[in-house]
């Protein structure tokens, strides 16, 4: 555990220059953090309920977790190299230049199941090192072949919840996915969300998970304001907003809370209300009196006029305002 904690002094300073945000305690005793590295836990509403027995609480769960999850980003692709210093490995049967790991706690192979385990099985963390390509161990010495990724875009923000049952339990992080949006020129929440649960063993005070997977470093806890679901649809009916026209004398009329009304020769023929498809390709859907799920598209054509069309482009609105 020395070996953890020597390496942590050198992950702080790496992190903060990530710009994720504030640093992560890695200390695995569930003892207050110095106030520089402390981060505030976020725990879903009305958590389970803690057996009498159970020597550990929600928040700390979730502390641990956050720690492991520094460390994994480490592993996955932050680690410290010495460039001067490489093997030649091989990675799904091509030759690549490994280089020596000298990151502090992970320079040998020991060093790094004992850091990686800190807050995670050992055996998962051995499996993971010995299939891990990425990875070469030469007399006991770490290489790698550096192949860092991004972190994953499409997170928006997550929730952490913990469920306890003696000295056993979950970790279970809700993700809720975002995309972007070119005609909005921005990131929404879309409404998908995954889950992922965490399995963990109660020891020496803290959690000790079953299995470990980097997931992002400081994802947002909270909504994005005026980003979510429900902006994302006021966002784009407000693309389709306004009076639409047809060769003939057909019109509709399109109001930003998603009513609309149709017209021949200015005569009310129906209305109903418009529904998003919540993507990025510019379809909608329209229910009203005598049909529904009746799919449109907003697009625009190869003159630059922006339309609305019907049955794959056979019917042609032209925005008239």
Known sequence: MKKAIAMFLTLGMVLTLTACGEAVSTEPEPDPVPASTEVS??????PAPVDEGVTIDADTVIE???????FWFVAEGAIATDYEDSITGTIRGFENEFYRVNE??????????????????ASFVKDYIDNNESYLNSDGNMYVCPAGRGDDLSLAWVEYSVDLNGERGTLILTIHRQDYFDSLQDWYETGDIDEHEFPFTVSDGHAVFDKM?????????????????????????????????????????????GSFSSYLDGEERTDGFIFTSRSDDG??????????????????????????????GSIVYTRAD
Request: some cysteine; aromatic content about 10%.
């Open 41 to 46: 836990a976020s725990v879903s509403e009305d």
């Open 283 to 312: 379809t909608y859907m329209m229910n009203g009196e005598d049909f529904n799920n009746t799919i449109f598209k907003h697009e625009t054509l190869d003159d630059g006029t922006e339309a609305i069309t019907f049955d794959s």
């Open 104 to 121: 502090p706690g992970m320079s040998t192979y020991d060093d790094m199941v004992d850091t990686l385990s800190a807050y995670v099985d």
């Open 64 to 70: 641990n977790f956050k720690n492991a999850q520094a």
């Open 213 to 257: 997977e980097y997931i992002c470093m400081y994802p947002e806890e909270a909504p994005i304001e005026g980003h979510d679901p429900d902006s994302l649809d006021a966002a784009l009916i407000g693309l389709i907003a306004g009076t639409w026209t047809i060769e003939g004398g057909d019109s509709i009329v399109i109001e930003k809370d």
